[in-house]
């Protein structure tokens, strides 16, 4: 089973600031991995596929990078609605795993 | 309007089993892989099985497979999840999704005695 490890698991951040967040695989998932934002009592939210893929509708401040086992999330500049928990997930191999996530809260 | 919805969740008793339902209306699943994730409480994401299109391929994790049956009635637009013996380490929210795009609100299962 591929193991994503992201980091930090917080992120302390106020709007208008650039969040990073992390993820690593414990082995290469060449591109097969997204990224999905989840709010309280909400379903998740694909933002990113393929590493680097926009997903429909989502705004140009997220952007995604990376490949083989290092993986990065970007949100540019926070608004407010951005904070949440994001999850990386590979679709390399199966079984298909989720990173145990990253919290971006209001500093 | 896109929706995804799902239902059958319950409180059963440790060994008990459930059939979740997931129905999709102003969506298409015929030419989709589908999938159901959960989500204990205050945990993350677990991806639970995947079925294909047309249900050629059929994956599980580990922790289900043996005891979750995944199906899916194209013409119904609907995706089931049989879930038997169950634990109470299988309590959480269940989610389907559709190539990762869209996700229902998602169904509760307590599993306690």
């Known amino acids: 089973e591929i193991v994503l490890t992201q980091s930090p698991a917080t992120l302390s951040l106020s709007p208008g600031e650039r969040a990073t967040l992390s993820c690593r695989a414990s082995q290469s998932v060449t591109s097969y991995l997204a990224w999905y934002q989840q709010k309280p009592g909400q379903a998740p939210r694909l933002l990113i596929s393929?590493?680097?893929n926009r997903a429909t509708d989502i705004p140009a401040r997220f952007s995604g990078s990376g490949s083989g086992t290092d993986f990065t999330l970007t949100i540019s500049s926070l608004e407010p609605e951005d904070f949440a928990v994001y999850y990386c997930?590979?679709?390399?191999?199966?079984?298909?795993?989720f990173g145990g996530g990253t919290k971006v809260e209001i500093k | 309007e896109v929706q995804l919805v799902e239902s059958g969740g319950g409180l059963v008793q440790p060994g008990e089993s459930l059939r979740l339902s997931c129905v999709g209306s102003g969506i298409t699943f015929d030419d989709y892989g589908m999938n159901w994730v959960r989500q204990a409480p205050g945990k993350g994401l677990e991806w639970v099985a995947h079925?294909?299109?047309?249900?050629?391929?059929?994956q599980y994790a580990d922790s289900v497979k043996g005891r979750f049956t995944i199906s899916r009635d194209n013409a119904k637009n609907s995706l089931f999840l049989q879930l038997n013996s169950l634990t109470a380490e299988d309590t959480a929210v269940y989610y389907c999704?559709?190539?990762?795009?869209?996700w229902g609100q998602g169904t509760l299962v307590i599993v306690s005695s």
């Open positions: 393929d590493a680097s």
């Open positions: 079925i294909s299109a047309t249900s050629s391929t059929i």
């Open positions: 999704a559709r190539d990762w795009n869209y």
């Open positions: 997930q590979q679709r390399s191999r199966w079984p298909l795993t």
